[in-house]
């Protein structure tokens, strides 16, 4: 016996013993491998012989929530209003310029003829030679950004809010405190419409004109203490005049006035405007088309030019941050050059000089 296992520690431990053992061993390994393989995945075209529980792969049951609110919902979001309500001592809804309807609160002319673009329009110097306003567009689409624009712009320049935020009527209220005047943004369709969308409640081209009195009306319900109305967006709505006509004539007989942001190069709302008797104004181009502090420190210098000129100039931007950073700037030094920043309503029918 003594023997025998010498012998066979010998053999193993030789050359040809231990290749031996190498192979016996690697055998023994793909036995136990296949052995584990049948036992977890089943033989092949049978069935498998570890059920797995359904809760391990099916999908997850949907949470029990409250759905949000779209912003297109219809639901009114500003109150009836019954009252006369303020910002600190500012005006922002006056009972007798509200019709109190099922989607909010519409703007109209008062019984004694007052109209809400006189009523909310911002105070402005009544002796001025050479006027210049700036309306700056965007705000409540961004808290953050429409923040910066009220902490950083001076009061007299007009700021246009769209009508999608919930909490949009509580930015127009701190922006009215501050002195601004604010203009409410109408979405109109662009060109490129709808690879461009301002939004729900578009107002379209070749649509029936009850349907955009309707999706106008949504928004004039939004929040109150606007003096007039702009348009988001709108390249090619504002060159169609069948439908532009009748919106018009509907704002008119609300007591505002159009602002023309100068998004469409064939604008006809100054004509349409003349034939429904609506007042309006109608910007330049844009002055942050480019966003540089330089182009846009040049655009405002134009604006000067153009008010030396003509006694007045109106420009338009959106709340970037290097927009109105150059804006405040420029206007800090206005009143040394002969000039005076004011809200739109002040340009309105103003006399140019001769």
């Avoid at 310029?97 to 909310?120: C, F, H, Q, S």
């Avoid at 203009?183 to 369709?189: A, K, S």
């Avoid at 009850?210 to 709108?234: D, M, P």
């Avoid at 330049?284 to 846009?296: C, F, K, M, N, R």
Wanted: include cysteine; glycine fraction near 8%.
């Amino acid at each position: 016996m003594a023997a025998a296992a010498e012998s066979a520690e010998g053999f193993l431990a030789s050359k040809p013993g231990r290749a031996l053992a190498f192979g016996c061993s690697f055998l023994a390994f793909l036995l136990a491998t296949g052995a584990l393989t049948i036992t977890l995945l089943g033989r092949p075209g049978g069935p498998a012989a570890v059920t797995l529980e359904l809760g391990d792969f099916s999908p997850a049951k949907p949470k029990t929530v409250a759905p949000m609110r779209p912003v297109s919902d219809e639901a009114p979001v500003a109150a009836p209003v019954t009252r006369p309500l303020y910002a600190g001592k500012v005006l922002l809804a006056d009972p007798a310029l509200i019709e109190n309807t099922i989607r909010g609160p519409l703007p109209r002319i008062a019984d004694d003829g007052r109209k809400p673009m006189t009523v909310y329009a911002a105070p402005a110097p009544a002796n001025a030679k050479f006027k210049i306003a700036i309306v700056v567009n965007g705000l409540g689409q961004s808290a953050t950004a429409t923040k910066t624009a009220l902490d950083s712009l001076p009061a007299a320049v007009t700021v246009g809010f769209t009508p999608y935020a919930n909490d949009v009527g509580e930015w127009v209220a701190q922006a009215r405190v501050r002195g601004h005047e604010v203009l409410l943004q109408i979405p109109m369709e662009p060109l490129d419409f709808p690879d461009s969308d301002p939004g729900p409640h578009t107002l379209r081209s070749g649509q029936e004109e009850e349907a955009n009195i309707q999706r106008l009306t949504w928004a004039l319900s939004r929040f109150t203490g606007y003096a007039g109305v702009s348009n988001l967006l709108g390249q090619r709505f504002l060159t169609d005049s069948e439908a532009l006509s009748p919106v018009l004539s509907y704002l008119n007989r609300r007591g505002l006035y159009f602002f023309d942001s100068g998004a469409a190069s064939q604008s006809v709302a100054p004509m349409v405007a003349g034939q429904v008797g609506i007042p309006v104004v109608q910007s330049g181009p844009a002055l942050d088309t480019v966003q540089s502090p330089q182009e846009i420190d040049r655009r405002l210098s134009e604006l000067e030019t153009q008010a030396r000129a003509n006694g007045s100039a109106v420009g338009t931007a959106f709340l970037y941050p290097a927009t109105t950073a150059r804006i405040a700037a420029w206007a800090r030094g206005l009143e040394s050059r002969g000039f005076v920043l004011v809200p739109v309503s002040a340009i309105l029918n103003a006399p140019k000089q001769k």
